[in-house]
């Protein structure tokens, strides 16, 4: 019987994470759960699950769910309770799902404590993956993918040597404007950019998707995760999102990881790895999948996916200014604060504006999101 901390409970990870331990009950056990603000949804699953202690981030919130009678349940809130569950609760699986910069803190702590991390915070290794590799290490803590992408690469290289790998590919849907033209992009609209033809998935990170930075984080995440040179990680768009990503290999051998688009597929394997347990989630059909296409994905139009990409080349804090900006521009494009092209615009400017600093600690990595937030904010 494993224990799950499961953080951000309420999303879309987090609700796929949830069906995957109901599935299971004789092999995994909900033992906390953290969400930001949605206390109704955190009510009914503390009184399915019975968690020993959960997590607000919303301070506010979390006095207003401990006024509706929750027993035997320990409510904890704000960004130190988070840290605090982390770092004290009994649990043996972490499953980071939250939501952008807020996964690293409490994920570090995991780290000292060697337990498994299923990760699905990509802006965990993206802002600090060297520095969050190394603990991993130091430590003897597993750091397991969650993303589809990263998941699949992680299992077409067990068995693997390292150095037999020629190439990373990360496919991706191409999201929503995968076929619109650069100038189709000036008019886009809320409700467009939040129509993912593929995936259910969160508002900012379906933001994200088309854009294509959900792809650049995933490289500078891939980097991290297989220590793989950037010159050997590729992107492909691959619309019907069937094969989540491949590895090539010296012989010219690719292994690819297929299935119709599912997430509990990925996160019952981080929860059971090495081995496999019984899904019965999805039934891929090859004949009713009729055609796989592949294409390169136009950097022009989707300027975001190379600033990722560049962000990299770079090094030191300009992954985490990346990630930083991103951030502040998708939340100002969510309120309609601004137009879509301004996000790439808005990333652009910070990486440009914002001196790098080449070997950061972990205390600049947190200072240098902080910096750049502030410089977005208050410059847009």
Known sequence: ???????????????????????????????????????????????????????????TAAIKLASMGIKNTEILSGAEGLKKLTASLDYDILLSALVGFAGLAPTIEAVKRKKRIALANKETLVAAGELVMGMALEYGAEVLPVDSEHSAIFQCLVGEEIN???????????????????????????????????????????????????????VIEAFWLFGIPLSKIDVVIHPQSIIHSMVEFVDGSIKAQLSLPDMKIPIQYAFSYPGRIKGNYVDTKFPELKELTFFEPDREKF?????????????????????????????????QKINYLSIPDIVEDALEKIDNHAKPDLETIFEYDRLTREYVENKY
């Open 303 to 335: 300027r975001c996916l190379s600033l990722a990409f560049d962000a990299l080349e770079q090094g030191g804090c300009a992954p985490c200014i990346l990630n930083a900006a991103n951030e502040i521009a998708v939340e100002k494009f969510l309120s």
């Open 164 to 218: 037999s790998v020629e190439k990373l590919i990360l496919t991706a849907s191409g999201g929503p404007f995968r076929d619109s033209s650069y100038a189709d992009l000036r008019n886009v609209t809320l409700a467009e950019a939040l129509d993912h033809p593929n995936w259910k998935m969160g508002s900012k990170i379906t933001i994200d998707s088309s854009t294509m930075m959900n792809k650049g984080l995933e």
């Open 1 to 59: 019987m494993k224990k799950i901390c499961l953080l951000g409970a309420t999303g879309s990870i987090g609700e796929n994470a949830l069906d995957v331990i109901r599935k299971h009950p004789d092999k995994f056990k909900v033992a906390a759960l953290t969400v930001n603000t949605n206390i109704k949804r955190l009510k009914e699953l503390i009184a399915e699950f019975s968690p020993e202690v959960v997590a607000v981030k919303d301070e």
